[in-house]
Every structure is written in C-alpha cells, then in structure tokens.
C-alpha cells in the first residue's frame, strides 16, 4: 500500500514537474481580463486553429482588471505573460508608460483613436458605461438620464456601482476626472457616498442587485446588462447622458509583454484577436460587444458606435490621472 | 554510534526541514513587516469597520455552530446511537461543498429579500463548518467514563447530569471546536466576496490587489494577527496533552443520558440532515435542466477536473507524509509540552490564506525559485504553510496513542529507529493518515483566497472555476461544475472504502490498511 | 553475557530515581530484583536496556562498555532481549510477524527459510505453533506471554530482562512460567514485587528500595541484612513470618 502510494505522488510530482513542461515551445501565456465565460472560448478557438497551447489566467470579478495589471508590474522584472488581453484601455496605456509592454506591428489595419500610433495596443470589440434599471421597480418615464441623477435624494439608497477602484469603473472614475477636474469627481463620490450609494464587487454583481429589486438601478457595462436580459432579468438598459457628456466607450485592448517568454506564439495571439472572426465571435456572444475594426452589425438590443454620443475623452490622458485619482478615491470609498 | 543515530533521524530531519521551509518563512515575513510599523500608519487605514465586520462574522459562526452541533453531538454521541458510520457519512456533505456555493443556495432562497450582512455571512458559515465542533464534541463524549454518569445516575435527574456532569466533562472538545470554527470564519475569503461584505480579509485581498503594498497589507491583517496569535495559544492549551480527534465511534461506547427521546431524536435528525446539509445540493442541482448543458460543461472543465484531483491528492499525499513524519518527531520529543512552542507552531494555521499568499509571492517569487514559483508547486507550498501545523497537531495525538513501549520492543528487536517507525509506527497511524489525508483534501479543493494570488498561468481548479462562474450568474453551469466537485471530493474516498471492504473480505481485521502481505 | 553497573545514577527533573547502583552478574546468572512500586525497578532495567541513560555510572556488557558519559551502544545493539509489563506485542502483526520481524532486519541477511525454521523452533518450544496466523488481540494472557517470550528468546539474547511479566497471571500458570524461566540457558534480571517469585526462583535477589540497592544475596541471606528499610520492607513482605526482625 505505502509503495502505491510513494509511486502515485512520484508519478504526480513527475507530472506536475516534466509533463507540464513538455513542449513548452508550443505555448503562450495570456492574462485576460475580460469575463472567463466570454474570453475562453475565444482563446480555446485560438489553440484548436493553431495547436499552441494557451495558459490563460483570467480575472476576478472583485479585482477586476486591476488585479491583473499589478500582477504584471510585480512580475516586470521576470515576465511570466506574453499577451494582455484587456477589457478596458486606460491599465494597458498605464503599463505602456510603466515600460511593461513591448511594440508589435499588427498586419492589417490601423483604427485611428482605438490604436495605439506608437503601436503598443490595439483596440477591438467594445462597451459603453450604462444604466441599468430595474423595470418592475422604476417607471420609464422617471428613469435616471445621467451618472449625476446618483447623487438625487430621490434615489437616496437606491442605487449601487462597482467599487471605483477596479475595471471599467475605475476607467470610468478617470474619464469624468478629465472631463469635470479632480476636485468635483472627489466632491461627486462623497454626496454619493451620502446618498448611500452602495459599491459593490463588479459590474455583474449591480446587474443581479438590480434585478433581484435591492436597487432601483445601477451604473454598469453593456455586456452585463445584455448578458441579463437574454437570461430574462426583469432590466433595461439607458444610455447616460445622451444629452450633456455623453457616454463613455471602452474598448477591449491586447498588447505584447516586454520580454514576454514566447513572443512570436505571443504575436500570433494578437494577429488572432484582432481578426474579424474574433470581433465577430465576441459580438455574439453572450456579452454583446460592438465591434469597432470591422463592419459588422451589433445584435440587437446593442446601439451601434455611431448611434450613440461619445465621451470626448483622450485616453493618453486618463492612464496619467488614475495613478491620482485612485488613491484619493480610496481614501473616501 | 552517534552517526548511526543521526541516520535513522535522516528521515526525520527531512521531514522538519521541509515543515521549517514550508511553514514559517511567511511568519518571519510578517514579523519582519511588523517591526516595521508605525502607529500612523494603521490610524489613517480605515479599519474600524472591517474588523467589526470580521468580528461579528466570526463570533456569529461560532455560536451558531455551537447551537447546532451541541445538541447533534448529544444525540450521536449516545450509547443507543447505532449507525456511527452513516452519521461520518452524511455529516461530511457540508465539510465536502464548498462554503461559497452554501452561501449561493442560501442568497438565491430568498431571492427577493435584501439579505446579506455580517450576520448572514456568520450563519452561512456556521451551516459549512458545524460538522468540525461536532466530531470533537462525539469524540468527547464517547471518551466519558460510564460511571461518572452511572454515579450520578443515582442522585439528578437528565437535565441535571447533562448540565452539571457531561457538558462540563467536554468544555474542552466544545471550547476547541469554537475556536476552530472562529478561525475558518475569520480567514474565510470566498463567502464574504459573494455576499460583498467589506471585513479584514477582502480588505486585505483587494487591497494587495491593487497596490501590491506588502507593508500595508500586513498593517491591515495586524488585528487579525492578534487575534490568530491569542486563539492559537489557547487551542494549544486545550489540546495540549489531550486526545485531539478520535474516531472510536464503536455503539458500546458513549453517554447513557440523553436529551432526547427516541421519536424527537429522529425528527430533529431529519431536520438538520434535510435543511442544513441536503439543502444547498437540491437547489444548486435543480438548476440542471438538460443533460446536454451537463455534458458541454463537463467538457468545458475536464482540465479543470484533472488538475484539481492530481494537485489535490498529491498535495494532500506529500503534506501527510510530511505530517507524520513531522508529528512522530514532535511527540516523541515532546515539543507539545511546551505551551510557547505549542503557540509558535500553530500559529501560522490560524493566519488567512490570503495572508499567507501575499507573503510566499514576495519570497518565492524570484528567479532563483522558479521551478517552484512557476510550477504547481507553489500551491503546495501554500497549502502546507496553512494547513502543516494543524495536521501534525492531529498526528502527534495519534502517535500519543501508542505505547512507547511498542517501538522500544522493536528496538530490542534489532530494528533501527527508522524500521521501527517504519513496520510498527505507521502501521498504527493508518486511521490518523486517512484522517489528515482527507482534511487536506477537502480543505485544499475548497481553497480559494490564497489559490487566487500564486496559482501559476494555465492551472485552475475546480473551485476557482465555480468561484469565477458564480459571478457571471450562470447557475446552469455553476451546477454543473459543482457536480465535478463532489465527485472529486467522493473519488479518492471511494478508493479507499473499496480498498478497505476489500482487505475486510480477505480478512485482514485488525483495523490498519497498510498491513504487509506475509 | 556478563554484566556489570557501577554507580548508576537517574533523576527525573530533581528528583532522585537511582542512586550509586552498583552490580555485577556472571553469565548464566538469574538475578531477581524486589522492590516496593516506585523503587525504580522498571528504571533500572531500561537504563540497562539502553532505553534509557543514566545521569551517572558505567555500564559494561561482556567486557565492553555499553555507557558511560561519552559512550552509548542503542538498546538494538545490545543484544538484550526484554518482556514489558503490558508485554507490547505489536497488534497489526501476526504472531508469526511479532516473532520474525527482528530476524527480517538483522544486519546479516537470512533467508526466509532459515528466518521459518528458527521461529518454528522456538513456538514449538513455547508451544504456541498453532496460533502463528492469529492477532495478539486475540488470544489469551497466557498466550500472550508465551508469544512474548518467543519474540524476546528468538534472537538468542545475551541478556533476558523481565519486568513484571507474570503479574497479571494465575497462580498454576505463573508457576510454569517460571519454571520456564529456570530452564532458560541465558543471564536473566527478573523484577518482581512479590514474595512467591523470589521462592520459586530461589535466585540471587537484589533489594531494591527508594532507588537504592540496600541488600543483595540469596532469600535466606537477606535476613542477616543491617539495613533498617531493608527489614521493615521484608517483615512487610511476611517473607519469614517466624523471624524476629527486632534484634
């Protein structure tokens, strides 16, 4: 029995050793921070088209994004990543100008304002900032119009986002920092806190607040809402601010690690998500992205790019401000 | 003759360099962080309202624990109980699922009330882990000398002996248990995560996450350090000499007085087994509409499968060897003696994984170490820097069990020091090695926080992937996936009972599965 | 094998378990050891055992020194064989197991033949051939001190230490063993609290009392002793009810 059992932990250290580092020339690795259940079946397609493995280390909701990009700034003097698929753009220009990322000539076209002219990332297949509503619980006709309507004492409870530290909504936090000043996106964050705004942990977990009725409506991504009116939650979605800022769109970014330990598999995972499959795939799936490279229409119940008004932002600008904005967000959350 | 001794210690040395190695470089890590605190610092951190957050969690746990398991432990662990073997059977259910999924089930219930909060958290956790308090509550019970009670017999009434005779006679296992419980609540990352509760530990994950601070993340865990530190020397003092576990659950032994009569014992049982523990599978696998939906995720997470079951049980194996290596060590020279020591060693048990995690990243994670840091194994470090010090505790109360005299025959018999821990020592320790081999299992299958920081690229176990999926909200496959769980969790027992029916039907009955072949 | 203690001294913590035990015995010699419980009769033999070690004193085994403050031979080196109070038969191994083990792990490798025919020597000797596939567990106390013995006598000790082996039997068997014990062609120390073994063994006895040896000689000498514990504990004893211990 003891010689079994020495024999299986040999044979399993062996494996767990040598057979994980069998044909290692024939792997990459890819930190993902969009959703598994999106960004895996994608990836799966890239290893059964091409035979290269893929290690894929995908995000948690509560640490969204974030989590990641400090992983590879931790890591930047060994990198164990070769390919950062982003859902978001402004962690992967803050990793650009921290030297973490390594410049790659992409072979088909160039989308002025989704890539980068230094050729550091690409964008493709994105979201917008929204409003989800709870249908049963808000009427139509009083439905918030504006992130602002947070901070209305007639929504004093009612509402909830995701912690502005993480993911998109931490992008979002940059944005309204660009377009307000810092002064009145810290004043902004304190009368919701006020109102008791709730922050909870990710853009999925508003979306199932506010469908389950514990909140009126929240402020999340497309993806999640559309994810949950083909599930048939009783939501909708707004675009915000249609009539005044104008709504933030976030495209999803890859970009080469410096010194990425495979990075011609690397490479051929960009060329790969960059494809119009890739964009399509993504567009259908279940997160409803838009597709941004190529002419392909959205589903329905997702607006089209040029249906809708645009936060006017310089993204170059908001990597700069998160590294302040963040701390001081912290301080208040 | 002094090298020849120090030969047949070979093993040994390993064995407790491996745990020196293993288990306190963290702790150093956090000592050394400490000392470079200053009082500033924790003020402007903000932690009032985590730490009354952990606290009430804990505390709630706890005491739930205790109102569920003390009167289970009562009715089990009486002498007219006579199925023992069912009630380890079913009352594993809730140690097997995970405690995020529990918490699932329970959030979906009541699916329309805006439940949550701390105290929620502490009842969630109190219906995953009362199972642990109840073990050493029967365990102490059945220990009871029958005429303590036959004497008593003669002079109280039921209620009388129960309250003045057996509850004091187990304060010690009942005391134990809520401390264990206190610490599994407290360092619980996963279920406060899903019910989005701000406290110490998802502080501490997030904020590592985002700053990737060492300093500051140890400066928010220092009043759980406190609070870890204070309990590990008490449970070092409860246990301390005393039968830790047993599993001598024979029908002859065991209290005669009970609280229930016969008809009440039964509902009560249904009660329990149905709410509490059958409860969190019915409404997680009523979710399985179509087998077609089980069959793509059974698909989708087969590498998921895998890795778990050989990281998992080569972990649990490597850990268990390391244990009873460590644990004969231990008691046969008599660290456990020393209540310091005692203290030292279980400490870095009731440190939070996370914890744990943050610091063998800032240690391991450097060129030199990377077979270790890159590879699975790194996982296993982290498994055996939490769970080392616990399992030697149970080992070393097992070898306790032994007479001395046993291995001093096979000395006089010729045999070295090794041979006879070999043929005469671990023969005997087969129900302590099943034991810590399963606790390790199911603890390290279920293990999310800490997994999260060092799992290397390309590796996911199953509770990882269950853990991701949960926020996505798709309860199909989060089912679906949970069922792979379980039947990870259910294999390696079930290869094992069948081993063990197998050398019963041979005939081989004195009670050890690693008896040699004549 | 000759055996020879000279000072042997044990504390526990502060407090004195032996002191200054000195003894010699000759090869062959039956030497019984009495005592009151607490004496440090069981201490004394496992010092010799090499169980454990004195905090002073020498102890020498056929003329080379088995302990002394630099030197310590372990107990498996000793060639010394010992029967335990509880006897400590292993409870997983047969009683075929039990009696081999020493022989599958000698230094020198014997085959499973000869391995067979020295254990079946030995259980026909002691009689207990037909319990050889059985568990310790169960069988009877006697039986179980038979198999106790076989497994100490097995591997042709030098020495034959018993400690209290016989205290849980009847008067009928304990008599055989003893007589087996007589038989015996080995130096044997023997331990005992009680009167009926010293007469029946009519052996040198040593008196054992509050860790020191206060009289040593046959069960008719002691009589003549001059210690004062010495006489209180054998007038105790009733050993020679007729005696006069006064004078």
């Known amino acids: 029995m003891e010689k079994k059992c020495l024999s299986f932990l040999l044979i399993s250290l062996f494996f767990i050793f040598v057979g994980d580092g069998i044909g290692k020339e024939k792997e990459v690795v890819v930190y993902t921070s969009l959703d598994q259940i999106y960004s895996e079946p994608i990836l799966r397609g890239f290893e059964k088209e091409t035979g290269i493995k893929v290690r894929a280390v995908y995000d948690i909701e509560a640490t969204k994004t974030i989590g990641l990009v400090n992983r590879l700034i931790a890591e930047r003097k060994r990198p164990r990543c070769d390919v950062f698929w982003n859902n978001e753009i402004v962690n992967t220009i803050r990793l650009k100008k921290r030297g973490i990322l390594s410049p790659y000539n992409f072979k088909g076209n160039i989308i002025k304002g989704f890539d980068d002219p230094d050729r550091y990332w690409y964008g493709f297949a994105a979201r917008c900032r929204v409003i989800v509503i709870n249908k049963e619980k808000v009427v139509k006709s009083r439905s918030p119009r504006s992130i602002l309507e947070v901070i209305d004492k007639r929504w004093k409870k009612k509402v909830c986002m995701a912690y502005p530290l993480f993911g998109t909504t931490a992008t979002h936090m940059a944005a309204l920092a660009e377009i307000w000043g810092i002064d009145r996106l810290i004043n902004f964050l304190k009368l919701a806190k006020e109102n008791k705004v709730s922050f909870v942990d990710g853009n999925s977990v508003v979306r199932d607040k506010v469908a389950k009725g514990i909140y009126c409506w929240g402020i999340t991504d497309t993806d999640d809402v559309y994810s949950g009116i083909q599930r048939g939650m009783p939501i909708e979605m707004i675009m915000p601010d249609q009539d005044g800022i104008g709504t933030l769109f976030i495209p999803n970014t890859v970009s080469l690690i410096k010194g990425a330990p495979h990075p011609e598999n690397g490479k051929r995972v960009i060329e790969f998500l960059l494809s119009r499959q890739t964009e399509w795939r993504l567009s259908r799936s279940g997160s409803g992205q838009i597709p941004i490279r190529y002419k392909i229409e959205p589903v329905k119940g997702i607006p089209r790019l040029d249906d809708i008004k645009v936060m006017a932002v310089d993204f170059e600008n908001l990597a700069d401000l998160m590294d302040t904005v963040l701390p001081q967000i912290e301080s208040i959350i | ?464 992937r269950i853990f991701n999926l949960l926020h996505y909200g798709d309860l199909k496959v989060v089912a679906s996936t949970s069922i792979m769980l379980i039947l990870s969790l259910l294999i390696p027992i079930s290869f094992l009972l069948i081993l063990k029916t197998i050398q019963t039907l041979k005939g081989k009955d004195s009670g050890s599965i690693f008896r040699k072949d004549k | ?152 006598l097995v591997l042709d000790p030098g020495l034959l230490l018993l400690d209290e082996p016989f205290s849980h039997l009847d008067w009928n068997l304990k008599d055989e063993f003893l007589d087996l014990i007589k038989s015996l062609n080995t130096t044997i120390i023997y331990v005992t609290h009680q009167v009926f073994d010293i007469l029946r063994l009519n052996s040198k006895v040593a008196l054992l009392i509050d860790g020191k040896l206060e009289a040593i000689g046959k069960p008719e000498e002691l009589i003549n002793t001059t210690s004062s514990k010495a006489k209180d504990f054998l007038r105790c004893l009733s050993l020679y009810k007729d005696r006069n211990f006064n004078s």
Not at chain 2, 191 to 203: A, E
Not at chain 3, 81 to 105: C, D, K
């Open chain 2, 1 to 464: 003759m002094k090298r020849k001794r120090y030969k047949s210690w070979t093993i040994f040395l390993a064995a407790f360099t491996f745990f020196l190695i293993i288990v306190f470089p963290p702790v150093i890590v956090v000592i050394i962080e400490l000392l470079k605190l200053k009082a500033s610092s924790i003020l402007s951190i903000g932690l009032v309202e985590p730490y009354k957050n952990s606290l009430i969690i804990a505390s709630t746990s706890s005491l739930f624990s205790l109102m569920i398991s003390l009167p289970l432990g009562l009715i089990f662990g009486s002498r007219s109980f006579r199925h023992p073997y069912l009630f380890i059977v079913i009352l594993l259910i809730p140690l097997i699922v995970p405690p995020y999924l529990t918490a699932k089930s329970w959030i979906d219930l009541f699916v329309k009330t805006p439940i949550g909060g701390p105290l929620f958290c502490g009842v969630i956790l109190s219906l995953c882990y009362f199972p642990i308090p109840l073990y050493l509550i029967v365990s102490g019970l059945r220990r009871i000398d029958s005429e303590l009670e036959e004497s008593a017999l003669l002079i109280l009434n039921r209620w009388q002996i129960l309250t003045k005779i057996t509850i004091p006679l187990i304060y010690p296992y009942i005391a134990t248990g809520l401390i264990l419980i206190f610490l599994f609540s407290i360092t619980n990352y996963s279920v406060p995560s899903i019910l989005g509760i701000k406290c110490l530990i998802t502080k501490l994950y997030s904020d590592f996450s985002i700053f990737h601070n060492l300093s500051k993340s140890i400066w928010i865990a220092i009043p759980m350090i406190i609070i870890c530190l204070f309990l590990s020397y008490l449970l070092g003092i409860l246990i301390m000499e005393r039968e830790f576990i047993s599993f001598d659950i024979s029908p002859s032994k065991g209290i005669m007085v009970s609280i229930f009569e016969n008809h009440k014992k039964v509902v009560y049982g249904i009660v329990i087994i149905f709410l509490i523990i059958l409860f969190p599978l019915i409404s997680l696998f009523k979710e399985i509409t179509s087998l077609k939906i089980l069959a793509i995720t059974f698909k989708d997470s087969l590498r998921s499968f895998f890795h778990t079951i050989v990281l998992s049980t080569s972990g649990s194996l490597f850990l268990s060897i390391i244990s009873i290596c460590c644990g004969y060590m231990f008691q046969r020279k008599k660290f456990w003696k020393n209540r310091l020591l005692n203290a030292i060693i279980l400490f870095p048990f009731s440190l939070p994984s996370v914890l744990l995690a943050i610091c063998i990243t800032h240690i391991w994670n450097r060129a030199i170490f990377s077979i270790l840091y890159d590879t699975p194994l790194i996982l296993i470090i982290l498994w055996g820097s939490k769970y080392l010090p616990l399992t030697i505790r149970i080992i070393s109360d097992h070898v306790s069990q032994i007479p001395v005299e046993f291995e001093e025959a096979g000395l006089l018999s010729h045999l070295t020091q090794f041979k006879v821990f070999r043929h005469i020592v671990c023969p005997l320790l087969g129900s302590g090695f099943l034991l810590i081999f399963w606790l390790i299992y199911i603890l390290t299958i279920s293990e999310v926080g800490g997994t999260l920081l060092v799992i290397p690229p390309g590796i996911e176990t199953l509770s990882i």
């Open chain 3, 1 to 152: 094998m000759d055996l020879y203690l000279e000072k042997i001294n044990k504390r526990y913590g502060k407090t004195p378990v032996l002191n200054d035990i000195n003894l010699s015995l000759k090869d062959g010699e039956l030497l019984t050891i009495l005592g009151p419980s607490g004496s440090g009769k069981t201490t004394l033999l496992r010092i010799i055992a090499g169980l454990e070690r004195p905090n002073k004193g020498k102890i020498v085994i056929s003329g080379q020194i088995a302990n002394n403050p630099d030197i310590l031979i372990p107990p498996q080196r000793r060639d010394i064989g010992m029967i335990f109070q509880n006897l400590a038969l292993w409870p997983h191994m047969t009683v075929y197991e039990n009696i081999s083990l020493g022989l599958r792990n000698r230094k020198k490798k014997i085959n499973n033949n000869d391995i067979n025919k020295i254990v079946f020597q030995v259980v026909e000797r002691f009689g207990i051939k037909r319990y050889l596939d059985r568990y310790p567990t169960t069988l009877s106390m006697g039986e179980r001190q038979r198999v106790a013995l076989a497994r100490a």
